[in-house]
């Protein structure tokens, strides 16, 4: 089992800037994969951006040239830096981990932290 503890949502203005933080523990062994996703109430959950351990990253493109994905292997930890935050990115952010074990693919989700843009 992997556990994700997500931290860093809360209520920002639009052009604002906030930091997720996302932290594994647990059966860490194959993880490859480490991303976030974002959904809003009514809505599909979304890509917003994921990264590899080989550091190579993607993102939405409404998300692009805004926000930073980024990856501590040693704490397998992931953080997500948003900047110039708009009212449209109001969503609930979740981290998901890919792990690869015993030859078999395995997704865990994080609690989801709220992410609020509003004047």
């Known amino acids: 089992q992997v556990q994700l503890v997500e931290s860093g949502g809360g209520l920002v203005q639009p052009g604002g800037s906030l930091r997720l933080s996302c932290a594994a523990s647990?059966?860490?062994?194959?993880?490859?994969?480490m991303g976030w996703y974002r959904q809003a109430p009514g809505k599909q959950r979304e890509l917003v951006a994921t990264?590899?351990?080989?550091?190579?990253?993607n993102y939405a493109d409404s998300v692009k040239g805004r926000f930073t994905i980024s990856r501590d292997n040693a704490n397998n930890t992931v953080y997500l830096q948003m900047n110039n935050l708009k009212p449209e990115d109001t969503a609930v952010y979740s981290c998901?981990?890919?792990?690869?074990?015993?030859?078999?693919?395995?997704?865990?989700w994080g609690q989801g932290t709220q992410v609020t843009v509003s004047s």
């Open positions: 990264t590899t351990s080989g550091r190579t990253t």
């Open positions: 647990g059966s860490i062994f194959g993880i490859n994969a």
């Open positions: 998901n981990v890919r792990q690869y074990r015993f030859g078999s693919l395995y997704n865990y």
